[in-house]
């Protein structure tokens, strides 16, 4: 099994360090609902820790969850309401979110704001080796005191100041030092500390945290692309020069970023489909087949035709995994080994979840095929359903199956030319009964009523499938 590891810059062979990986991942900053772009990379961390367990190892999964931030007390502020109110609500809007997408839960969801005293003796410790130092009430990292500093984004400290990246006040000895503590400013929430009134910096939350709950060293840190700089390089330099323990992290994991047009999907750039919105128009399969048909390294584009096209997808799998055969024959028809193995293998090649989906449209190809020559494809069927739900695919059934009614030649001639059913207007029975009455239509080849009976169901928001079976349909979202 081997993974790229953003560090080296190359794909590595997995050795974890233990019987439990430890992972890591970039959480939420709670101070509004979650965009399709956090989606992506949550789905796709989540998928990794799927196949981890599924290939054996026990999975220690950490998540953390930035409930203080410039972010936070800006919008608290212009609603006037408290940060930790704000904080609350996006908190749990996002576990809405991710249940809503069958992301599993991580083991540990810790709190900044429930960090604290492990975040002050983190940053008493660098103090104290001479790694940082106060300055007006906040506390620096000193960048010039880690040699290795720029090592995950490949970039010297020459090249970062001039791309403009170093901020902060004239109280820092280097422009690039970073913040570790920050000085308390009038109206927003602090904390005690050793050098004043204050919050933590972004960057030493999630060293404390991952060091709290993990240890000096973890398997797995993963996050999107737009995190490798500042905010991993910054993990790197605190924690190791923490520790003195090197590496800090054995694979550093990047998921390529979400475009909307040509930029990525932001809050702060405001062209964002929030995950709720996405939920409401497409089923949370129709979502990650739509995300995993990506590379998780490579950039994607959001497109309503893409998630079309992607729920139809879903709706192949679904169908493949709950047909039945028409036929007496019950020995298995489909090498469910091979698809076993060429599944196996491109998710052993860094997660290549579009080879995996592709391997599991091929199957559901082949157990359509098995079904139409009558032979048995159960044990097909289970296999789809156990890699689907390897890559987080419930493939719960939603189509609803009305199978044809056959029509004496007598009546071919007396199927009435006014459309009548029985049952309330939408409901399940009238929806059903239609579909038999459009059946006899088209037995009778009376193809224009069968098209008006369509175009009514269509109407309804009814989708409609026509198989070997029957017809079946389900409600649009």
Same mark, same amino acid.
């Given at each position: 099994?081997?993974?790229?590891?953003?560090?080296?810059?190359?794909?590595?062979?997995?050795?974890?360090?233990?019987?439990?990986?430890?992972?890591?991942?970039?959480?939420?900053?709670?101070?509004?609902?979650?965009?399709?772009?956090?989606?992506?990379?949550?789905?796709?961390?989540?998928?990794?820790?799927?196949?981890?367990?599924?290939?054996?190892?026990?999975?220690?999964?950490?998540?953390?969850?930035?409930?203080?931030?410039?972010?936070?007390?800006?919008?608290?502020?212009?609603?006037?309401?408290?940060?930790?109110?704000?904080?609350?609500?996006?908190?749990?809007?996002?576990?809405?979110?991710?249940?809503?997408?069958?992301?599993?839960?991580?083991?540990?969801?810790?709190?900044?704001?429930?960090?604290?005293?492990?975040?002050?003796?983190?940053?008493?410790?660098?103090?104290?080796?001479?790694?940082?130092?106060?300055?007006?009430?906040?506390?620096?990292?000193?960048?010039?005191?880690?040699?290795?500093?720029?090592?995950?984004?490949?970039?010297?400290?020459?090249?970062?100041?001039?791309?403009?990246?170093?901020?902060?006040?004239?109280?820092?000895?280097?422009?690039?030092?970073?913040?570790?503590?920050?000085?308390?400013?009038?109206?927003?929430?602090?904390?005690?500390?050793?050098?004043?009134?204050?919050?933590?910096?972004?960057?030493?939350?999630?060293?404390?945290?991952?060091?709290?709950?993990?240890?000096?060293?973890?398997?797995?840190?993963?996050?999107?692309?737009?995190?490798?700089?500042?905010?991993?390089?910054?993990?790197?330099?605190?924690?190791?020069?923490?520790?003195?323990?090197?590496?800090?992290?054995?694979?550093?994991?990047?998921?390529?970023?979400?475009?909307?047009?040509?930029?990525?999907? #932001?809050?702060?750039?405001?062209? !964002?489909?929030?995950?709720? /919105? =996405? *939920? $409401?128009?497409?089923?949370?399969? +129709?979502? %990650?087949?739509?995300?995993?048909? #990506?590379?998780?390294?490579?950039? !994607?584009?959001?497109?309503? /035709? =893409? *998630? $079309?096209?992607?729920?139809?997808? +879903?709706? %192949?799998?679904?169908?493949?995994?709950?047909?039945?055969?028409?036929?007496?024959?019950?020995?298995?028809?489909?090498?469910?080994?091979?698809?076993?193995?060429?599944?196996?293998?491109?998710?052993?090649?860094?997660?290549?979840?579009?080879?995996?989906?592709?391997?599991?449209?091929?199957?559901?190809?082949?157990?359509?095929?098995?079904?139409?020559?009558?032979?048995?494809?159960?044990?097909?069927?289970?296999?789809?359903?156990?890699?689907?739900?390897?890559?987080?695919?419930?493939?719960?059934?939603?189509?609803?199956?009305?199978?044809?009614?056959?029509?004496?030649?007598?009546?071919?001639?007396?199927?009435?030319?006014?459309?009548?059913?029985?049952?309330?207007?939408?409901?399940?029975?009238?929806?059903?009964?239609?579909?038999?009455?459009?059946?006899?239509?088209?037995?009778?080849?009376?193809?224009q009523l069968a098209d008006e009976i369509r175009a009514k169901l269509v109407e309804m928001g009814i989708a409609l499938e026509d198989t070997p079976q029957g017809t079946v349909w389900k409600q649009k979202r």
């Amino acid at each position: 099994m081997k993974i790229y590891n953003t560090l080296s810059g190359q794909k590595e062979e997995f050795l974890p360090r233990g019987d439990e990986v430890k992972m890591y991942v970039c959480g939420v900053t709670p101070y509004d609902n979650c965009h399709i772009g956090h989606a992506m990379s949550y789905i796709i961390f989540d998928v990794i820790r799927r196949y981890l367990q599924f290939r054996g190892y026990e999975v220690k999964y950490v998540q953390n969850i930035t409930d203080i931030d410039d972010k936070i007390i800006d919008r608290a502020n212009q609603l006037s309401i408290p940060p930790r109110e704000l904080a609350e609500k996006y908190i749990n809007s996002y576990f809405e979110d991710i249940d809503g997408l069958n992301i599993g839960r991580a083991d540990i969801y810790p709190r900044a704001t429930g960090e604290v005293p492990k975040i002050i003796e983190v940053i008493q410790g660098l103090i104290d080796k001479g790694y940082a130092y106060p300055a007006g009430g906040s506390v620096y990292f000193r960048v010039r005191s880690d040699p290795d500093y720029g090592k995950l984004s490949h970039r010297s400290l020459e090249s970062m100041i001039a791309m403009e990246c170093a901020v902060g006040g004239d109280e820092k000895e280097h422009p690039m030092d970073f913040a570790l503590w920050k000085a308390a400013k009038p109206g927003e929430p602090s904390w005690q500390s050793p050098w004043g009134n204050g919050r933590p910096g972004w960057h030493i939350e999630c060293s404390a945290m991952s060091l709290k709950y993990l240890g000096d060293t973890l398997d797995i840190h993963g996050g999107g692309q737009d995190l490798i700089f500042p905010h991993h390089e910054n993990e790197i330099a605190q924690s190791e020069s923490f520790t003195g323990v090197k590496p800090f992290v054995k694979y550093w994991l990047h998921n390529g970023l979400l475009q909307l047009g040509e930029e990525k999907m #932001s809050k702060s750039l405001g062209n !964002l489909i929030t995950i709720k /919105e =996405a *939920l $409401e128009k497409y089923s949370p399969d +129709a979502i %990650r087949i739509f995300i995993l048909s #990506s590379h998780y390294r490579s950039p !994607l584009t959001y497109s309503e /035709e =893409a *998630l $079309e096209a992607a729920e139809r997808g +879903a709706d %192949r799998l679904c169908q493949a995994a709950y047909s039945q055969g028409g036929g007496e024959k019950s020995e298995e028809s489909v090498d469910v080994e091979s698809y076993q193995q060429r599944f196996a293998a491109v998710m052993d090649d860094d997660f290549n979840t579009p080879q995996a989906l592709a391997a599991l449209f091929d199957l559901a190809r082949d157990i359509n095929r098995a079904n139409e020559a009558g032979l048995g494809a159960v044990e097909a069927q289970k296999v789809l359903l156990e890699l689907a739900g390897i890559l987080g695919l419930d493939l719960k059934p939603t189509w609803k199956l009305v199978r044809p009614v056959g029509i004496t030649s007598a009546e071919e001639f007396g199927v009435p030319t006014i459309i009548q059913t029985s049952g309330e207007i939408g409901s399940e029975e009238y929806i059903e009964n239609l579909i038999r009455q459009r059946d006899k239509y088209r037995q009778a080849k009376q193809w224009q009523l069968a098209d008006e009976i369509r175009a009514k169901l269509v109407e309804m928001g009814i989708a409609l499938e026509d198989t070997p079976q029957g017809t079946v349909w389900k409600q649009k979202r």
